[in-house]
């Protein structure tokens, strides 16, 4: 009788750490993964009450509050993550990031320096201790980092956002360049305009907002969370086990052209 085939997303035995995994994109990535049979640690700055809220009971499913812009923090969650999974996490998502609309002229210091700080000090901390750790123990690892289709296209507002995602993509293919002799991998997705958090707030309650996106998305509708987690499940399965340094633009189009009115219809 015929050896029935693997299936090439399946992920048991894996062990998956992922930052920011308890807002609502995090929490499509983490069902995915769980549904596919890895092992998750979520990491959040939510109290532990309001997570066992936000995310689903599972047996190998664990969440820590840690704050991964913070070097010691970042080193006390690799610890916990190793402790509850067994072993070190053998992918780490680095996917924590916020986000504030304001005009570029009048964008405040703060803000741009809490954006900066939550999405790009936070993944560079996580992913260089992990790898570090990988490389002291001779293990291989894989680090998906989370980017956007504005890193190339600069959506109005968010200039700092932009700015950010741009780094991540930079930062991605660095990490990619020089670990790849150590059979560390880095790779990135880059979702569109997707249907959660703030984007989807202005979707339903501005309609300047709402023209805005539907001319900037090809496809002419929010990408749906589960979208952005089915391309994570890829990224993460045995089906990107020679990606490394890829920056996988899922945006329904997004970035095909400008979205000034004079140029598209």
């Known amino acids: ?6 299936n090439p997303l399946d992920l048991s035995g894996r062990r998956i750490l ?3 995994g308890a807002g609502a ?7 995915r993964f769980l549904d596919f049979g890895a092992a998750v640690v979520v990491n959040d700055i939510l109290p532990d009450d309001a997570a066992a809220k936000a995310l689903p009971a599972h047996d190998r499913l664990s969440y820590v509050r840690a704050d991964t812009t913070d070097e010691a923090e970042v080193e006390r969650l690799l610890d916990a993550a190793s402790d ?4 070190l996490p053998d992918t780490v998502c680095c996917h924590a990031g916020v986000v504030e609309a304001h005009p570029v002229q009048r964008f405040p210091v703060q803000a741009f320096d809490r954006i900066m700080n939550v999405n790009v000090r936070a993944a560079f901390l996580l992913a260089r201790a992990a790898s570090q750790r990988w490389i002291d123990r001779g293990e291989e690892g894989q680090l998906v980092f989370t980017t956007s289709w504005v890193q190339d296209v600069p959506w109005p507002e968010i200039a700092p956002y932009n700015a950010s995602k741009a780094a991540l993509k930079s930062l991605t293919r660095s990490f990619a360049r020089e670990l790849a002799p150590y059979r560390i991998r880095a790779n990135a997705v880059a979702p569109g305009i997707v249907g ?3 984007a989807k707030r202005q979707w339903d309650t501005e ?11 090809p496809l002419g509708y929010l990408q749906p969370p589960d979208a952005v987690a089915d391309v994570f499940l890829f990224m993460v399965s045995p089906l990107a086990s020679y990606l490394t340094g ?3 633009v899922a945006d329904g ?3 095909l052209y400008p979205m000034d009115e004079d140029t598209v219809e």
């Open 84 to 87: 509850l999974l067994d072993g």
């Open 18 to 20: 992922i930052s920011g």
């Open 253 to 255: 189009g997004a970035s």
């Open 196 to 198: 959660a958090g703030m």
């Open 1 to 6: 009788m015929a050896k029935a085939a693997q």
């Open 25 to 31: 994109l995090g929490r499509a990535m983490v069902s």
């Open 246 to 248: 890829s920056v996988l």
């Open 207 to 217: 309609p300047e907002y709402r023209a805005r996106a539907q001319r900037a998305i």
